[in-house]
């Protein structure tokens, strides 16, 4: 038997239990089916409206939750920083305090400040999403992860994943973290040093500093781009020297499993990774 949702917000996979993980992926399995047929649209969203505020850049994640409303048959507006009132001054509270007073029912947020969303949920009726708040979490990244693993792999449980690169500003390692180790993976973290404390490991994680001696036990690898707009000091000697110790080249992908997965949320900086 299903689990009844009861949670207005979607804010946090640090928060999920591994069932209320377990009843997402299964629900995401409907919906991949529904886009398998020719009318991809379903009435559970109809009259309700989703307001997309994107605060930071977003390619991938805007469009996918565009995408989502659309097909879920809800009215979808967009808007972002510089299409909006947060552009003259205007308090990211007040924005949504609008758009609610406007009829949104839910409002998705992506914020370059951590708990952003978390802020929103506490003043707000509607039902807020969180779309990534800084280098805190980005749940749906998360699940959509998870979700990958799941149906490429056949599980979650013993699977072995590496997260390779700038762990310490990456929002999705951390969504990552949490919904694959409540689900039975076995996650590893690798790094260099002034990208990866060593406090990680206290998450329940092995955390390590040799891509190379990882390599080839790894089912999963996760490869995360370097987030230079979010360090405020140099972290890096170079991209050059990064790449040559963390970067996954064809040499050292020939020594992984056959058939390993690899995975990248996006962008990507070739030669890098």
């Not at 009861?6 to 946090?12: A, E, N």
């Not at 398998?36 to 997309?52: A, D, E, F, M």
């Not at 807020?128 to 992860?145: F, K």
């Amino acid at each position: 038997m299903s689990l009844a949702w009861h949670r207005k917000d979607f804010l946090s996979l640090r928060e999920l239990s591994a069932e209320e993980l377990n009843q997402v992926l299964a629900t995401a399995r409907v919906f991949k089916e529904i886009l398998g047929r020719p009318i991809k649209k379903v009435p559970s969203l109809q009259g309700r409206t989703v307001v997309n505020l994107f605060v930071e850049p977003s390619t991938r994640t805007r469009i996918s939750f565009e995408l989502a409303a659309v097909r879920l048959s809800a009215d979808v507006v967009s808007l972002d920083k510089d299409s909006s009132s947060l552009r003259k001054g205007e308090t990211l509270s007040d924005t949504a305090r609008n758009l609610e007073a406007l009829q949104a029912g839910v409002i998705v947020i992506r914020h370059r400040s951590a708990g952003a969303a978390h802020f929103l949920a506490g003043r707000l009726k509607a039902s807020v999403v969180n779309a990534g708040d800084g280098a805190h979490e980005h749940p749906t990244q998360g699940l959509l992860d998870a979700f990958t693993i799941q149906e490429r792999l056949g599980k979650l449980a013993g699977v072995r994943v590496l997260i390779v690169g700038d762990i310490i500003h990456s929002r999705v390692a951390r969504s990552n973290l949490w919904a694959l180790t409540k689900l039975g993976a076995r996650v590893t973290l690798v790094g260099p040093p002034t990208l990866l404390p060593r406090e990680f490991a206290e998450l329940g994680v092995k955390v390590s500093y040799d891509l190379d001696g990882q390599l080839e036990e790894a089912d999963v690898i996760n490869l995360l781009r370097i987030q230079h707009e979010r360090m405020v000091q140099a972290r890096l000697p170079s991209v050059g020297e990064y790449a040559g110790l963390f970067g996954l080249n064809l040499e050292r992908f020939q020594r992984c499993k056959p058939g390993v997965l690899l995975m990248h949320p996006g962008p990507v900086h070739r030669g890098v990774e």
